[in-house]
């Protein structure tokens, strides 16, 4: 490794000590070696900062530092901006690189000065029967300006990404407190002024976590997915036409995922008024309308579950 690195690779952890160790080692086993490791410690009240201080009395080029508890796209700021590399690469702490990672993604860096983003597909573990496959298997990707696609459907994971140091601090970095989606918000805004490439191979698997947002919470992962939908709408009519059949089929798939959340929580009401706005948008599947007729009788909808139960 030279003095000055040329990838500076960003992890943020919060309470991480039972993952934290691995996704640690699959930095350490890059065959690529041109890089420095900053990890940012978010507050952890486990033994997170401890394994941290262990493994960095182990690697020189690796450093960290511990923050009162703020969020993770504070804690990328600011490991971004001790950051030494022209490269920022970012890992997740509970997520597992490839070896061949970083030696796979910087050299189409290197070679391209007017690409600024090299993506990477992605394979989920423990495998996930809802989501078999990898992530471009599920949403194909697309090199060049790639914002119009990528909102339609992010084939972009932040753990997957190289990027020029440049092109974070030319759309302001990430939104300091903004959570969920603030890895999502910023990967849109670079699209929108910088060209990507990608690997055509899996090169992370990321690990699902029942404690993560979209399966704590999937309503309010709802809810934010078309809040940041609808900005873009309005900030970029030229690329997204309000009434453009693809932004209409994109919120009404959003609001029928909303009424089947809301009507397993049985708000009835909730789940009518999503399903009255997936159907006026064009959502005209069978089961979108079994479950809109079940939010306006509860007693079908509790039948249904009542059979599925004892099924």
């Given at each position: 490794m030279s003095d000055v690195p040329h990838v500076s690779v960003v992890v943020a952890a919060y309470n991480a000590e039972v993952t934290i160790e691995e996704a640690l080692a699959s930095v350490a086993a890059q065959t690529y070696r041109d890089f420095e490791l900053i990890v940012v410690d978010d507050g952890s009240t486990d033994?997170?900062?401890?394994?941290?201080?262990?493994?960095?009395?182990?690697w020189p080029w690796?450093?960290?530092?511990?923050?009162?508890?703020?969020?993770?796209?504070?804690?990328?700021?600011?490991?971004?901006?001790?950051?030494?590399?022209?490269?920022?690469?970012?890992?997740d702490a509970d997520d597992i690189w490839l070896p061949e990672k970083l030696a796979e993604q910087v050299p189409l860096l290197?070679?391209?000065p007017a690409t600024d983003l090299v993506f990477a597909d992605s394979a989920f573990f423990p495998p996930d029967p809802a989501s078999p496959g990898s992530l471009f298997q599920q949403k194909p990707p697309q090199r060049g300006r790639v914002l119009q696609r990528l909102l339609m459907g992010c084939f972009v994971l932040l753990g997957t990404v190289v990027v020029r140091k440049?092109?974070?601090?030319?759309?302001?970095?990430?939104?300091?407190g903004q959570t969920p989606f603030s890895d999502v918000d910023l990967i849109l805004r670079i699209s929108e002024q910088h060209d990507f490439d990608y690997v055509d191979k899996i090169l992370m698997h990321w690990r699902i976590r029942p404690e993560s947002l979209s399966h704590r919470d999937p309503l309010a992962n709802q809810i934010r997915d078309l809040e940041m939908f609808d900005h873009w709408v309005a900030r970029r009519p030229d690329l997204f036409p309000p009434s453009a059949p693809e932004v209409r089929d994109h919120r009404a798939k959003v609001y029928a995922r909303m009424g089947r959340?809301?009507?397993?929580?049985?708000?009835?009401k909730g789940s009518r008024r999503a399903y009255r706005h997936a159907i006026a948008l064009g959502e005209h599947g069978r089961d979108v309308l079994a479950r809109a007729a079940a939010a306006h009788v509860p007693a079908l909808a509790m039948f249904f579950w009542f059979v599925k139960d004892l099924g």
């Open positions: 033994a997170t900062p401890d394994l941290l201080a262990q493994h960095a009395a182990m690796m450093t960290w530092f511990r923050q009162e508890n703020s969020g993770v796209a504070t804690a990328r700021n600011r490991a971004i901006e001790r950051a030494r590399g022209n490269l920022i690469a970012f890992q290197d070679r391209n440049s092109a974070i601090s030319e759309v302001g970095g990430f939104v300091d959340t809301l009507l397993s929580r049985r708000d009835w």
